[in-house]
């Protein structure tokens, strides 16, 4: 290094030579020398223009984020929490018999246990040889064998199957909402009325075991002596949390004294599913363990107390949940008593369904059965009923009891809605309430009877009356109860939409009015976004129906966006047409591919869709490189155009398949289609990419004598020598998950991971930073050995001058994020970043580089905004949160640490647009010589602001586009499985590529490169 330093200030000092030189020429020509003034001059003006770039795209970034805000508010559905509490001393309906409470209560002590995960089909026997299948067998046993004592149906989950929504329903009895709007909104602790609080509320004495979800959501509830709780996030722990509640539960149970009711949640099944997929042995072990658990539990129980067993939602192929597909919302309720109180009133129902298509159960349901039962109020925001073999007796015949807890259930829930509607007042006029079904129940209820215990039928079709009612109300809740606030949605949208207009006309001006409208542009908007925020404040105050902060908002953002139409005003406020067949093209890529998603068949198609439009460019530039006129053009041109599309057809090969998408669609990402892990052949790839990667790249610099100085020694060796600790470290997550070496402990393999991770991340993030800011320019200066007065300077990697060096910043964050990527992402990155050096040359042969008069779409962005979507599906990601890695989270470390975590799970999820958001500066950089006359640093900054601003175009069209259907469709059927997913999925990744486009490329990136330019060739 201290070589390179060296040739570094000779570099510098003979460019000051040869400049002393030309002044001393000048003088003796009459001319006035160069002074150092106006040196630092250019300096000053470069470093202003340089900063004001950055504020006017900080100012986008604040349109995208308010007009995103906007649309959310009002489109991510909200649901009044009601403060009401149930009380026993108020009965919704008059009975004969309430008992203590509401009704005679059942059982004294319950035992309630939460198998995370436990889907349905894991609970009945199956023909099938899968390792989830048939080891759980206690459940199905005990409700075949004793029904009277026992019975298990399929429990179905509302999406989303989160484990903290879903404790929220199995508590509130209540459906989910994005946001639930009460007096602690920001909080996680629920306020409502709960079966927790109402056994609280009963003196009941509460423990709690397990998960420690349920104290952020209980705080304070549970007996804090007999309480234990674990840490959840940990998905690669099978056994911590599970053997804790094995080692407190059982001797528990030996005590009832000490307790009343018991809340077991074990997450071994779940974690086990996250980490291996279901078909796995460690999922079988779990499901053993947990049989053998609960036959421990039921030898150890009371007469009055009573054990139920459920999980909380289920998973899918590869043990992953979060979405609505079956595996995920169907899960298993069992419910077991001593005492022999269950029954059915079908005979035919005593064998527990094969399937969970057949008498599911909502999982709201548990909360007014378990109220019942236990002799307490049903919460008053409830919308569950009760379950029918809880309450018709052993014998199905106890059609008056049944009849009196569904009149309770249903008197509440009517009580609960007349509420509702009376404080959202006109809001809940839509929603048309079954009224009817309401009073024809009441109505039979109320009507007397001669003998009304002999009238079995009477109660029955009692029973049957409102049963109806309930179905009834619960579809309508389900399609119109929550609320979209179309106002907010409205002013979403319009900001987002009047925000575009001016990206593009701001990245389609005249190169040479681009910086200078910058500043006046700014001076306007300010003044005129504060005066935008004082009217919208004003207005809010009279327009008591809309949120003043909104209009705030709104008129800050649209009195900005004023300020630069003014600004503008003396130019043309019109967005050219494109002018050529590549700028149609960028525009057809662009709108087609955000028109589509309209449709859920194109958006669940995508990445073909996107492999579709990069062999379309891949062709043209084919076609195009033919029609060179240098035969040399045409050959590099050709050659990197059918590269650029077998590359693209490589890359197709990796792939995660949609739900939708099956069963014509192969995962290839994963083992299988039921592992959550890499196939040993997969381990491989990370060395292939480690001995490949670094050479392709060598071959680009070195097209252009770029090769030299520090980019030998960071791509050479410190890149190379990161990609083979990448490898390195996922063989050893391999050997950690597959138990491959039983005599070395699993401790000693994840702490070795985590600090062979920790090194390499400081490896290209830190080091990568540190050498990126201070390394000298990748070129070689050879001097002329010949005998001449005037001897000869020849400067290899001068033509590069700008691109080689950035590109560094590029490969750096290359390895940070090929780190936090599975061994199959690891080769679809790597393929993505010879496929966006290829894409440099296609075009720098084909002159679609951005030039001082480009007025028109750039091609160039468009083919990186495309390539960075393409590779969003490449590297083991769709738009559904099942995709979603999670254990990338534990990479750095063993325990969830903020904010580290979440950024390792963010860097994983949208690595490609990272990449292409620290690319795109490229574009305009990559062949480009050292300042001149005929280059001056001004039109370098004016093209990176041209492409950065065309790449965000694309995703600011394709975030408008998504936000639009979305709201348009907010009814469709498939608005949370396709439609919304997909809106938020565009929205994160224009924020995404805007922050990092910003702070990381522009601001970071070209200031540093620039700099380390202009130290050697001056500030020109």
Known sequence: MAQE???????????????????????????KPAQTPAAASASVRFKTQHFLASLIFIWFLLLHVIGIFLFTKGFLLTRLVLEDKSTCAGPPIKLSDHGDCWLPKTFDKAVVIIIDALRYDFTVPHNETEHYLNALTVLHETSQSQPQNAFLRPFIADPPTTTLTRLKGLTTGTLPTFVDAGSNFAGTAIDEDNLVAQLKDAGKTIVHLGDDTWHSLFPGYFDPNLTKSYDS???????????????????????????????????GVDHAGHRYGPDHPAMAAKLRQMDEVLRQVIEQLSDDTLLVVMGDHGMDSKGDHGGESDDEIEAALWMYSRKGVFGRTDPGHIQPPKTAKIRPVNQIDLVPTLSLLLGLPIPFNNLGWPIEEAFVGADGQHFEHLSAAYALSGAQIHEYQEKYASVRGSDTNAMILPEAAWQASLTKWDKPLPNKKADQNHWLEISQLFSAYQKEHLKVCKSLWARFDLASMGMGILVLGFALLALIH????????????????????????VLGIVLGRMVGFTALELPSLDLSLLGGSLGSLAGYAIAVGSQSLSIPLPTSLWSWASVVFTLSQSVGFASNSFTIWEDEILLFFLSTF????????????????????????????????????????????????????????????SAIWQLFIPYVVATLLPSILKSYYSGTRSYEGISAFWIGFCFRLGLLGTAVYWTIDAADNGEWFASISPTTLSGMKIHLAQILLGLAFIAGAVIFIWAPLCIQVLQSTTSEPTKSIIIFGHANVHGSRYALLYIAWHLGITIVSKPMANGSLAVMGWQLFSLLEILDINGLTPTLTQTTPSIASTMVALIASFY????????????????????????????????????????????????IPLVALWKQPAPGNKRPLSSVLNDICSALADFIVYFAVESLATTMWAGHLRRHLMLYRIFNPRFLMGAAVLLIVDVIGIFVGLMFGIWCNIGSVAEVFGWN
């Open 233 to 267: 996030f940990n998905v690669w722990d099978l056994h911590t949390v599970d053997n804790g509640v094995i080692e407190h539960l059982l001797p528990l149970l030996k005590i009832p004294e000490r307790w009343d009711v018991i809340f077991g949640h074990f997450l």
């Open 506 to 529: 701001f990245a389609s001006s005249a190169a040479g009015d681009r910086l200078k409208i910058i500043p006046v542009v700014l001076r306007q908007a300010f003044p005129a976004a």
């Open 872 to 919: 969003y599906f490449k590297t083991g990601h769709t738009a559904t949160l099942s995709s979603i890695q999670w254990d990338v989270a534990f990479l750095s470390q063993s325990t969830i640490r903020y904010p580290w975590s979440p950024l390792l799970v963010m860097l994983n999820h949208f690595a490609s647009f990272i990449l292409a958001a620290v690319f």
């Open 618 to 677: 891949g062709v043209l530039a084919l076609l195009s490189s033919l029609r060179q006129r240098n035969p040399m053009g045409q050959v590099l041109g050709s050659y990197h155009s059918i590269l650029f599309l077998f590359l693209s057809r490589i890359s197709s090969l990796s792939r995660l398949c949609r739900e939708e998408q099956m069963p014509i669609c192969r995962s290839t990402f994963y083992a299988s289609a039921t592992s959550s892990t």
């Open 5 to 31: 330093s060296t040739e570094y200030q000779q570099i510098k000092a003979q460019f000051a030579a040869a400049k002393a030189k030309a002044q001393n020429d000048g003088n003796q020509r009459g001319q």
